[in-house]
């Protein structure tokens, strides 16, 4: 309080920040500009880590993967009306992907927007991210700054976690008022995420259908990855003995090596299970809706989830068991007691002979050594290093890219694979491998398909400002699939995709001072990605694939539609 009789105020910036501050937020990912260029310098000054991107689909991605592996929301900051849209596809997908973040977006007065006249990036950007979100507010005055902030930490964290949208027009930054009822004001949340323990009828009655089961499987997913009960997980598995399938974000809950994964055998588990216990996973298109010739044979299911609503979302679900996944497993484990029967050893067995099927015909296919590479020789060599270093975190977006990593790399630690998720999106990569990098400190591996890595490529440049310790890997061959398509037309245009032949992604991180690696060999990636983890420094290496290697789409090709169409 200064000596004389006027009052000290503080104005909505300032409330902005504290009740951040107030609530363990420690890291904004943003692009700065109008109106809140002033409110990432204030930030930076009153000490939260400003992170500052070329794009805002690329922040908010950021402030996903943040989500994920922090559960503490992300926070997203961008301009109105073109910046908030950029952001709006990073929502979209952190709330499908149930990914704590908040996009927080400076925008233009309510007077001048519910009239329609035409301001300076004019957009009701409330009613645009609604749909598009878990939970949407506004906040107009600067006493209620604190409980806006304070309802967008608990709708991000509370419940399914998934993105909320928290608007604030540019008048409410210069607000004041009395400091002290101002920081009176703020919020610190208590309980964000409160744990839903599962009614103990629920857990007796999927104890009974799984202790009947012949050919009992675990499916495990994001969720239970995001939920962080780790132990009680593998506890979970190795109990009761019951063989599990995980998700690809799911990967490295139980080492990828564990005896009891059937990661190796997954179409053969699928069609012969006869009660499939789903924790934190749903049965949208990733596992063919819980229905048709994947499924084989009829199944019961036990479903794990927070959410009520996604039960019998696609099939029946005999068991549903409502709660967090801790509690929910805890609970388990507490019915389970101490001598719970492990499943018979013919379906143990059974699932035992097809991985080694699979794992045998991988190791064939891992010991070529074709030139050029093809993914199979260029990810044994990423096999090798993330199995020698399992604290590395692995980035992988792309088509055949994602596909052939998830089934070839093995995870040997929980959350440390990051990748295009529920919706199968591309240009998550530089995002979530600055997350990875700023939230973690931990060196960071991103394995890109050349196309994948065009959609945020230009985020390089921000890891080479920051110094972070990822190592890019773009797997290059020459286009979207393959660089094999001609135009039909016979003009002169390439085929749409197809991409400049031989390109050196390798060349766009020198730009910035990073180190850029052209490898033409499994022994030239081997070092230079080996060099990149030792040395630390911003690292992109461009992968010469075979541009004949992959398929179209990779593995789900029969999602994209082809012509039957007879040539007349
Ligand atoms: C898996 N497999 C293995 C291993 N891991 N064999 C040997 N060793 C290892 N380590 C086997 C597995 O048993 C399967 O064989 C096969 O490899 C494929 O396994 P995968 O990849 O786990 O399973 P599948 O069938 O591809 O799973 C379907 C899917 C997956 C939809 C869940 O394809 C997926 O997550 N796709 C994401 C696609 C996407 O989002 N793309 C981005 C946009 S694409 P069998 O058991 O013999 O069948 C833009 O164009
Ligand atoms: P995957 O793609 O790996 O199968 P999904 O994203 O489809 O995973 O499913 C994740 C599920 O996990 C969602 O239905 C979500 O409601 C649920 N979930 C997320 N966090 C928790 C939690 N802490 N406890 C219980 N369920 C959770």
Same mark, same amino acid.
């Given at each position: 309080m200064t000596n004389d009789t006027t009052v000290e105020t503080i104005d909505g910036f300032h409330l902005v920040i504290n009740a951040l501050k107030l609530n363990d937020i420690d890291t904004i990912f943003a692009l700065p500009g109008i109106p809140i260029t002033d409110l990432t310098r204030m930030a930076q000054a009153e000490g939260l880590r400003v992170i500052s991107f070329r794009h805002e689909q690329h922040a908010g991605n950021a402030a996903a993967a943040a989500g994920f592996l922090t559960q503490k929301p992300g926070i997203c900051l961008t301009v109105s009306a073109p910046g908030f849209l950029n952001g709006l596809t990073a929502l979209s997908n952190a709330t499908v992907n149930c990914f704590p973040m908040i996009l927080i977006s400076g925008s233009s007065e309510r007077e001048i927007v519910d009239l329609q006249?035409?301001? $300076?990036?004019?957009?009701d950007q409330l009613a645009i991210a609604k749909p598009l979100c878990k939970a949407a507010f506004r906040v107009?005055?600067?006493?209620?700054i604190g409980v806006g902030i304070a309802r967008s930490i608990r709708a991000a964290l509370s419940g399914r976690p998934g993105g909320v949208y928290l608007d604030l027009p540019a008048k409410l930054f210069s607000q004041t008022m009395d400091r002290l009822k101002g920081l009176s004001s703020l919020i610190k949340v208590v309980d964000p995420a409160p744990r839903q323990i599962p009614a103990l009828d629920s857990v007796a009655r999927a104890l009974d259908l799984l202790k009947s089961a012949k050919r009992p499987l675990i499916i495990l997913g994001k969720g239970a990855a995001y939920a962080q009960a780790d132990a009680a997980i593998r506890d979970l598995v190795e109990k009761s003995g019951v063989p599990y399938l995980p998700m690809s974000m799911a990967k490295g809950l139980l080492p990828d090596?564990?005896?009891?994964?059937a990661a190796a055998a997954r179409s053969y588990v699928l069609a012969e299970a006869d009660v499939v216990m789903l924790v934190g996973? +749903?049965?949208?298109w990733l596992l063919?809706?819980?229905?048709g010739k994947t499924w084989g044979t009829p199944k019961q299911f036990i479903q794990i989830d927070i959410?009520?609503?996604?039960?019998?979302?696609?099939v029946a679900i005999a068991a549903p068991l409502i709660g967090d996944i801790g509690s929910c497993v805890d609970a388990l484990l507490a019915g389970m007691g101490s001598n719970w029967a492990h499943p018979p050893a013919d379906w143990t067995k059974a699932i035992f002979e097809r991985k080694e099927k699979n794992l045998a015909k991988m190791s064939a296919t891992l010991a070529l050594n074709p030139i050029p590479m093809n993914f199979h020789s260029a990810l044994a060599v990423v096999r090798t290093i993330v199995t020698d270093r399992p604290d590395i975190i692995l980035v992988n977006e792309g088509a055949n890219t994602l596909d052939f990593t998830r089934s070839i790399v093995d995870m040997h630690?929980? +959350?440390?694979r990051l990748d295009v %998720?529920?919706?199968?999106?591309? %240009?998550i990569g530089m995002g979530f491998a600055i997350a990875a990098a700023v939230t973690t400190n931990k060196p960071v591996l991103a394995i890109e398909g050349d196309s994948a890595f065009g959609f945020s490529g230009m985020e390089v440049e921000t890891i080479c400002r920051y110094n972070l310790p990822i190592c890019v890997v773009v797997f290059n061959n020459?286009?979207? $699939?393959?660089?094999?398509?001609?135009n039909k037309s016979g003009g002169a245009d390439v085929a749409p995709?197809?991409?400049?032949?031989?390109? +050196? $992604?390798?060349?766009?991180?020198e730009a910035f001072g990073g180190v850029g690696v052209n490898a033409t060999t499994p022994q030239e990636l081997s070092k230079a990605i080996l060099e990149a983890l030792h040395s630390g420094r911003p690292t992109l290496i461009n992968a010469v694939i075979d541009e004949s290697a992959g398929t179209e789409s %990779?593995?789900?090709?029969?999602?994209?539609p082809q012509t039957t169409a007879k040539k007349t």
């Open positions: 006249q035409g301001d $300076y990036e004019e957009m107009l005055h600067a006493e209620d090596t564990h005896a009891l994964s996973a +749903r049965l949208n063919s809706h819980g229905k959410e009520p609503k996604e039960i019998d979302s696609n630690q929980p +959350r440390k %998720g529920t919706w199968g999106i591309m %240009g020459n286009g979207v $699939y393959g660089g094999m398509d001609v995709t197809v991409f400049v032949k031989g390109a +050196r $992604y390798d060349k766009i991180i %990779g593995r789900i090709t029969q999602l994209n």
